[in-house]
């Protein structure tokens, strides 16, 4: 125990998924293991929103005039990425064309057949009942209210301001001791994922995942760091290798960028980031912030066009970029929520929605790995575009940041959990 005490909480991550695959592989019939997987999600979900709405309407209650908050340059990386995102995705798909066998979609699922139909869906989340946006996981309708009622709160006492600071640190430690149990949930997590049969299916898959996963990745570790060089003109491998590590790891395996906005709070607080600002931008992240749900759309489309033998105008390309960067951002926050945006995609070459559905329903096969990576991606650059906007700002009027030194100092601090 002392041991364990003194480990990072990555390490100790780690050591939990080496348990769950050992166990995953010895005893799979121990299905009580997996239900540690389901609780520690479970948990994150349940005290994200009610996290996210506290510390909005605290920080806002409390901010002052003249304190700058990044928020808007932050917004715009996101929009940035996740555009950059769908034109790789487009890019890779062309050099590498892979066609796929189509099979039944286990089920019928309900898509948006219309971009007007993701954008009104959007509008209408965010005027949602705050209490039932908490209960949905609603992100949106969370930030809208808890924002007006931050605004409201602003010419309350002191005292009452100071009441509600208290209670977002009260709700701050109840995150912190579910963190401390993400060992045991990842475990339970990963022992679900090696005993699952559904893990063999992916073999007749294997190039359309490997198209999937490899521009996720050439995204993550080329892409991403070239934008963030060209805002703090510094080596962006520190800082993209921390947040992949710290945030994607959990990611992976939650599969939810809803259930990582805790986890990433916590890193955004190691790195001393603005609260005003973090607060905000991570539980937006992981709603507009979908640069992998916008690969897996764009990818997914043009498979089914190279299957189906259709030739494509770079122009009507050009136009898949922008209609799955925007689809993406409406992508549900759930695990596979971007697949059931493939049929609206495929609208745009005529492909019928009984063919689009089958392709969806590959998408839930191959899932397991697909959604992990997707939400890893997402999940992550919702912290590295939060930290990047902030360190660019900063540098611009004058502040002599190291970022590479930040980050090593604070890689080194653990995770704050209640022992």
């Not at 949602?128 to 924002?147: E, H, K, R, T, V």
């Not at 990582?260 to 955004?268: K, Q």
Request: aromatic share 6%.
């Amino acid at each position: 125990m002392k041991v364990l005490k003194n480990m990072s909480l990555i390490k100790r991550i780690i050591l939990g998924i080496i348990i769950g695959i050992f166990l995953g592989i010895v005893v799979p019939n121990w299905e009580f293991i997996g239900i540690l997987g389901e609780l520690f999600v479970g948990a994150l979900k349940s005290i994200a929103p009610i996290l996210v709405f506290v510390l909005i309407m605290a920080s806002i209650s409390k901010h002052q005039s003249g304190v700058q908050t990044f928020v808007k340059p932050i917004i715009v990386l996101y929009l940035l990425a996740t555009l950059l995102a769908a034109v790789t995705a487009v890019v890779a798909s062309f050099l590498f064309p892979v066609q796929i066998v189509l099979q039944e979609a286990a089920g019928s699922q309900d898509a948006p057949k219309a971009l007007v139909d993701v954008i009104g869906n959007i509008l209408t989340s965010v005027v949602q009942n705050p209490i039932q946006g908490m209960i949905d996981g609603n992100y949106l309708s969370i930030l809208f209210w808890s924002a007006l009622i931050g605004f409201g709160l602003r010419t309350c006492s002191k005292e009452t301001k100071d009441v509600i600071d208290n209670l977002s640190e009260a709700v701050t430690r109840v995150v912190q001791l579910v963190i401390g149990l993400a060992p045991i949930g990842i475990l339970g997590l990963v022992f679900n994922s090696v005993s699952s049969t559904g893990v063999s299916g992916l073999g007749q898959y294997g190039q359309l995942l490997a198209l999937l996963v490899g521009t996720m990745l050439f995204v993550a570790l080329i892409i991403y760091p070239i934008l963030v060089f060209l805002l703090i003109h510094e080596n962006p491998y520190p800082l993209i290798f921390f947040c992949l590590k710290e945030s994607a790891i959990p990611a992976f395996f939650t599969r939810s960028s809803a259930a990582n906005i805790p986890i990433n709070m916590m890193l955004a607080e190691r790195l001393e980031l603005s609260e005003e600002s973090y607060s905000i931008s991570l539980p937006l992240g992981a709603t507009i912030n979908m640069g992998g749900a916008a690969i897996t759309i764009s990818t997914m489309t043009l498979v089914t066009v190279h299957t189906l033998g259709m030739d494509i105008q770079p122009f009507v390309a050009l136009i898949l970029c922008v209609l799955s960067a925007l689809a993406a951002c409406g992508a549900s926050g759930i695990a596979g929520g971007s697949l059931l945006l493939i049929p609206l995609a495929c609208s745009l070459f005529g492909i019928s929605n009984d063919v689009a559905m089958q392709v969806v329903g590959v998408g839930f096969i191959i899932g397991v790995v697909q959604d992990s990576v997707e939400t890893a991606v997402n999940s992550s650059s919702d912290l590295l575009f939060t930290a990047v906007a902030e360190f660019s700002s900063l540098k611009k009027k004058g502040a002599k940041l190291n970022i590479k030194k930040l980050v090593k100092e604070k890689g080194m601090k653990p995770t704050k959990s209640i022992d």
